[in-house]
């Protein structure tokens, strides 16, 4: 799940460089795979975070539990992750793109156009800038978001649910926000962890938001 308050080509693998040595084995190394896609996951999927935030971005220090379920969006299908404590994402079904967020009261809090996305495919020294029209439905309007970034790394996180393989995303966006995100699209996960800040020049002020995966429960058969 995505999100840019609570939310793209490659470089050369020629032989055998220094960064391959570091990412993989001493020696001849196999360039780091591409990833076009996150794997979908079956609706009903419970995903359980512990998040610590403070600030702009809220004061919270506990779990955020996200249930994976069907929705809809100005009439169209799309694919919602929601949260009694965080509000509801809405995700294009194939590209997983943000298209708008919820709050926990079920009333739309922004929409983005075109949808906010990871950089697919993904690829190791990838760097990407988007820029996306924002509207906030509370305020009645809207504005141009910039986004930059790169796909830093790929390597392996552990966290209370497990270790992952995981792509290291880094972005910053022109309101002052920046975010680190670990994800796995492979085992169809989104934010394995995450650590956002937000400067005092933001125009909510300064925040600090830190994430990571406790448990994953698939639906039974």
């Known amino acids: 799940m995505m999100n ?8 050369g693998w020629a032989g055998c460089g220094l960064a391959a040595a570091l990412l993989f084995t001493a020696g001849c190394a196999t360039p780091p795979p591409t990833v076009e896609k996150i794997a979908s996951v ?3 999927t419970v995903t359980t975070y512990h998040r610590k935030s403070s600030g702009s971005l809220g004061t919270f220090d506990g779990k955020v539990v996200w249930t994976h379920a069907p929705g809809s969006w100005q009439g169209k299908p799309v694919v919602a992750w929601g949260a009694p404590q965080a509000g509801v994402a809405l995700h294009e079904p194939v590209n997983f793109g943000v298209v708008a967020t919820l709050q926990p009261s079920g009333q739309p809090s922004m929409s983005y156009d075109p949808p906010f996305n990871f950089p697919w ?7 990407w800038t988007t820029d996306h029209k924002v509207t906030r439905f509370p305020a009645g309007d809207s504005m141009i978001l910039k986004v930059t970034g790169r796909v830093e790394s790929l390597e392996e996180i552990t966290v209370p649910a497990g270790t992952f393989k995981a792509y290291k ?9 920046s975010e680190t995100r670990w994800i796995s699209p492979g085992d169809g996960i989104a934010t394995v962890k995450r650590h956002v800040e937000r400067r005092a ?3 909510l002020g300064a925040g600090v938001l830190d994430a990571e995966l406790l448990s994953r429960v698939l639906p039974a058969k």
Do not use: D, Q
Request: charged share 15%; no cysteine.
């Open 4 to 11: 840019t308050s609570h939310i793209v080509h490659s470089a």
């Open 42 to 44: 079956p609706m009903g």
């Open 121 to 127: 495919p993904l690829e190791v020294g990838k760097r």
């Open 169 to 177: 995303l880094m972005w910053a966006n022109s309101l002052g926000e």
């Open 201 to 203: 020049t933001h125009p």
